[in-house]
């Protein structure tokens, strides 16, 4: 049996809190707040920020055929439906849209930092990376955030995967086989990598490719992603 010798973290619902649809309705709240727009969260989620077609956005920004300038320049055209005249940067747009991840609680990712971080001195020679469905242009805030909540741990950039960055995405299926080509360059097999992630289809996909994959979802008790890594290099 093939030892682990990289993990790598999904980013949403696992190292950062993701309130899903409950979510929108404060996004509605700041709108009306700071710029007098009018508009319910349900229809902020359907018609501008799946712009009422969620598989076109969604697989144009995370494999980079929509530009993340492209998505908020239509945001802001379908907007003006609502009375809006504000222009939305795309920075500050998706630090309106993403504001629930970017509030994570820093108490419950300190005790994810200090998790990982006890593992990782307990088994140096295990590599730690990033692998997440990110949508074009959010690159930035979402690695400042994850630089801010767990310091030091995940800068080793080839192990890192942003779907926006390489044109593949785990939704389009074909993020998990690019994994597999560019690890093995750097003399890794399938079976030795280890894919954290809190959708069943993710960790599907992940196992039928040749990959490891286990659940692991933001809020579990103390300890749970211990035992879960424990666990799973003893095999």
Not at 22 to 42: C, F, M
Request: net charge positive; hydrophobic share 35%; proline share 3%.
């Amino acid at each position: 049996m093939s030892k682990i010798k990289v993990i790598l973290f999904d980013v949403d619902n696992v190292l950062v809190q993701n309130l899903s649809r409950a979510h929108w309705q404060d996004v509605s709240a700041l709108l009306k707040e700071r710029y007098n727009i009018t508009i319910t969260g349900e229809d902020f989620y359907q018609k501008i920020y799946y712009l009422s077609d969620k598989n076109r956005v969604l697989d144009g920004l995370q494999d980079g055929s929509m530009t993340g300038q492209e998505y908020v320049n239509e945001a802001n055209s379908a907007l003006k439906a609502y009375g809006s005249n504000h222009q939305f940067s795309l920075e500050e747009y998706y630090r309106l849209v993403f504001s629930d991840r970017l509030n994570t609680c820093p108490q419950t990712a300190k005790r994810l930092a200090d998790e990982i971080k006890s593992f990782s001195k307990q088994h140096p020679l295990i590599h730690l990376g990033l692998i997440t469905d990110r949508m074009h242009g959010d690159e930035p805030i979402f690695k400042e955030l994850l630089n801010r909540l767990y310091p030091g741990i995940f800068n080793k950039n080839h192990f890192n995967f942003f779907s926006s960055e390489v044109g593949k995405s785990k939704r389009g299926k074909d993020l998990f086989p690019h994994v597999i080509k560019r690890l093995k360059t750097y003399g890794y097999k399938p079976s030795e990598i280890l894919v954290i992630d809190d959708r069943e289809e993710n960790r599907k996909e992940a196992l039928r490719v040749g990959l490891k994959a286990r659940e692991f979802v933001w809020g579990w008790p103390e300890g749970s992603l211990t035992r879960l890594l424990t666990t799973e290099i003893q095999g």
